[in-house]
């Protein structure tokens, strides 16, 4: 079972209380009806699915029931760092060498 | 003390233990307290404890601990507490205990099964695949169930397990796993600073190989007396937890460790307050893996002859055990710690009669000290086939390049390979291991989490290296978890024993040039010639070599097998051995039950039941329930000498002749609030919501962001910032989750309040022509009337002198209300609504009756009628999507190409030929029935029913181009023939609607 820290709460909680939310950082378009069928494709259906480092959100259901972000590594499932919704995707990372 | 044949005087560690007796097969044994069933049995001088899975060869006990792959029988405490392939190695005596073989029939000694054993050359690797694959139909009904049968490793209990199970949580800085001399000093070096320790070991004692090594010392006393002392000091440390009998099966993310504690397994009479086991699931800072090295057998001509063991385990029983395994004992080995076992065995008064060594010219001091003794030493030498049938009886020795064979009567063989480190949970732990070239094995290399491995586990060999290293490391993890200070000694080992090196696969005389039957894995039945012939037919992956020929497949998971098996792979491959690779340790490390993973979470506390606030009432007038998600839910309620059949169509009359009851609580409720609820609810549903009146209700619609139906409910405006939202009964909790997930990510701009209010506010539906009626003398302060309260309205007042909220509503067609009241009081608001509805004849009405009600209607229920490929427009609910609006969510996804093609399956109604018969759900719709098989399908029948009140079945369907072919016939293929339907609309009852004013 993971530890997850929980951006809100600012505490690590055991992964029962969090649900998985999908890949993060894929904007719902502000003109949806006017999206050409391409556009809508890469938003709805295509993921990275990367083998490593992922930008995924969760929800803290059974705390504070926020959504949030995090990177997580997916080969070791080590989350790198959480932050909140809505924050920028974070430039540099803790901990992670190129 | 008891007078068993082959207890040693003197010998062992519980010469004053008093006398268990037991018996195995039906006959009756003394033992002592202490043995374990393996020990008491051996003790007696019984070495058949079973027969194997696939060739049913008699088989002896190989070891002394959990590893074995042979010696699995059945304990009986009563008639449901059977419990298959114990371990008798592992299983602690009791007095009274029962045990039986297993695998054999008729008898031990006289198996019928055994014929496979002449018919071998049908069993070899690959026969499964290769036999059973043709024909096809034959698999389920013919050969699974025979072999099943036939190649059985022990038999399910057949009743509920009586016993229960606990769990439990813990937290601690260094969790030492493995209670042997490394594990010991780890745990020291960790305690002494103050930190929180748990040390678990599988065994009832700790001491790990110390039980046998009668060679150590440390701290001035004999090993194991120190182990005990250590850890009787730890005990009483109040940060320290000491479990015994605790096996760690799981090495899981972030040192999350499962493990399992056998509780009350080796009692005589468990009390039934005292759990049978126990699992702990352990989040460690630090974990320090201390679990030792398992010892191989030598791979020879029949060398699974009860009798034959290893040489460690059959020090174990002398030296621990006070049991002597034989009387005239051979010794095979390729390394130096077999050496040890004849030389104890030797000075307790056992003749040892040949040691056969497969190294040149070995030397070193326990090679002089078994000159010394008189034991006839062999160098160069290889015992080719053992003697004997349900006991081993003679060894065959042979140079091992070939030459005279000489044949050496025995009672018992102990061999010895050499020691295979325990990587398993470092291996689950994710962690890399690397292949020592020198000393051939595998130890562990890149570490992926925050562990370390001390001791015979990390090839580290000597009890002063083992102690040093493990000290240390315990206190690195107690310093990495955060101590300050160490204030402790490390123990001083002051004499040990060396034994390293050894061999790995086929011993000469088990070669590519022999069919000799060479076992490498015991418990799977698996030769050296299988694992050959594996690579022989193509396999080249090791992983591929362990499926094809199942070895280290068996539930000991090859703990004594893998390395021969790699190794015989490599050599046929001509590769070496890291490149052929090592298969992949899982979880659990040994068995475990499916009550320790359960624990109390069976029967009623499987999974939550929920219950409206009316279930009693409904379970006293002898309601049926059925199962909706986690809800109880009244499904019909039969009066006398009813069935379903006559109870639904009474109800469904009653409902609109005169007017019904329903328990509708269980829908979905969710309060949107805030000044931007409105804008809020245009995004989430189809619908426009910023002109409805408050006061007013729409039937609203939700997509998926694909254009897919996800959800649909009435929705009520309570006030400009206030929205009452139903859901389906199942959807409640992921449709609140989509909600929350757009509030707080797509539009968190917006200012709203979402509340989940299901548990709240009861729900009583009365429908029907009396419906009013049967109201409105309860309500204060709402005028009933049509023209203040017209259908698809809500009010908010009392009733029954407590609060409401008065939808007037329909899922019935009929004129109808939803009564919401606070939960608490749902019952007793029920109860009146019924004394009312009484004096009117009114009926309670079920889940069924309000299907049936529903489909008469051509109302859909999202989740039967659609399956999340249907959009509003296949469903014919264009009327509920806004034309003029510009966004909400699946907007987009229902212009796709696709959703928007011609041809698309629409719900319409289906009428059969014949109004008697009833349409099976499911079925498949075609139309033409004379066409091939397999026929092209356009379509199913998603909802059918008998209507009472149509005097007819009716059915709805998702049909190809369906509103297109109202009028055509189509037909539905059945079993017992074609069943003729017509095409129609969806409104069965009313089609114009005037009962909802009626
Ligand atoms: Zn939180």
Known sequence: MLLIRCPYCEEERPELEFRNAGEAHIARSANMAGESDDDFEKFFFIRSNPKGIIYERWRHMHGCARFFNAVRDTVTDRFVMTYKAGEPKPSKLPGVGK | MSGASHRISGAGRFSQAKTARFSFDGQSYAGIEGDTLASALLANGVHLVGRSFKYHRPRGILSAGAEEPNALVEIRRDAARKTPNVRATVQELYDG???????????????????????????????????????????????????????????????????????????????????????????????????????????????????????????????????????????????????????????????????????????????????????????????????????????????????????????????????????????????????????????????????????????????????????????????????????????TVQPKNGGGERTIPVDAILMSAGWTPSVHLFSQSRGKVAFNDETKRFVPGTYAQDCVSVGACNGTDGLSATVDEAYAAGAKAARDAGAKTAKGTKPKVDASESWSRGMLGAAPGAGPDTTVKAFVDFQNDVTAKDIRQAVHEGMRSIEHVKRFTTNGMATDQGKTSNMHGLAIAAEMLGKPIPEVGLTTFRAPYTPVTFGAIVSHARGPLFDPTRKTAIHPWAEAQGAVFEDVGQWKRAWYFPKAGEDMHAAVDRECVAVRKTAGLFDASTLGKIEVVGPDAAKFMELLYTNPWEKLEPGRCRYGIMLREDGFIYDDGVVGRLAPDRFHVTTTTGGAPRVMNHMEDYLQTEFPHLNVWLTSITEQWAVIAVQGPKSRDIIAPLVEGIDMSDEALPHMSVREGKICGVPTRLFRMSFTGERGFEVNVPADYGQAVWEALWAEGQKHGAAAYGTEAMHVLRAEKGYIIVGQDTDGTVTPNDAGLDWAVGKKKTDFVGIRGMARPDLVAKGRKQLVGLKTKDPKVVLEEGAQIVEDPKQAIPMKMIGHVTSSYWSENCGRSIALALVAGGRDRIGETLYVPMPNGVIEVEVTGMVFFDETGGRLNG
């Not at chain 2, 493990?259 to 702990?280: N, T």
């Not at chain 2, 034991?375 to 009886?393: H, T, Y």
């Open chain 2, 97 to 395: 205990l029962e045990a039986q073989s297993q695998n054999r029939w008729p008898s031990l000694s006289f198996d019928v099964g055994a014929v496979n054993d002449i018919a071998s050359p049908m069993f070899s690797a690959g026969f499964y695949y290769k036999t059973f694959m043709w024909p096809k139909a034959a698999w389920k009904s013919l050969y699974e169930p025979k072999i099943r049968a036939a190649a059985g490793l022990g038999v399910s209990p057949d009743q509920p397990d009586p016993d229960h199970y606990s769990s439990r949580y813990a937290h601690c800085d260094v969790l030492v796993l493995g209670g042997g001399a490394a594990g010991i000093a780890a745990a020291l070096a960790a305690a002494e600073t103050g930190v929180r320790v748990i040390l678990a070991d599988e065994q009832a004692e700790f001491g790990g190989s110390l039980r046998f090594e009668s060679g150590a010392k440390i701290d001035g006393q004999d090993g194991f007396a120190w182990a005990q002392a250590a850890v009787a000091k730890l005990t009483a440390m109040d940060n320290v937890r000491v479990l015994p009998r605790t096996t760690a099966f799981g090495y899981y993310a972030q040192n999350f460790v499962g493990l399992v504690e056998r509780v009350s397994d080796h009692l005589k009479a468990p009390g039934h307050d005292l759990a049978r086991e126990r699992l702990w699931q352990v989040r460690a800072k630090r974990v320090v893996l201390a679990s030792g090295a398992i010892e191989r057998h030598m791979v020879f001509a029949d060398n699974d002859r009860p009798g034959i063991m290893l040489a460690g385990a059959a020090r174990t029983y002398l030296n621990h055990y006070g049991v002597a395994v034989g009387r005239n004992v051979g010794v095979y080995t390729a390394n130096d710690s077999a050496y040890a076992a004849a030389i104890d065995l030797k000075k307790a008064g056992v003749n040892v009669a040949a040691i056969v060594d497969l190294r040149d010219n070995p030397t070193g001091p326990v090679i002089d000290e078994a000159r010394a003794l008189g034991i006839e030493v062999n160098f160069g030498r290889a015992v080719i086939r053992a003697g004997g049938k349900l006991r081993v009886s003679s060894m």
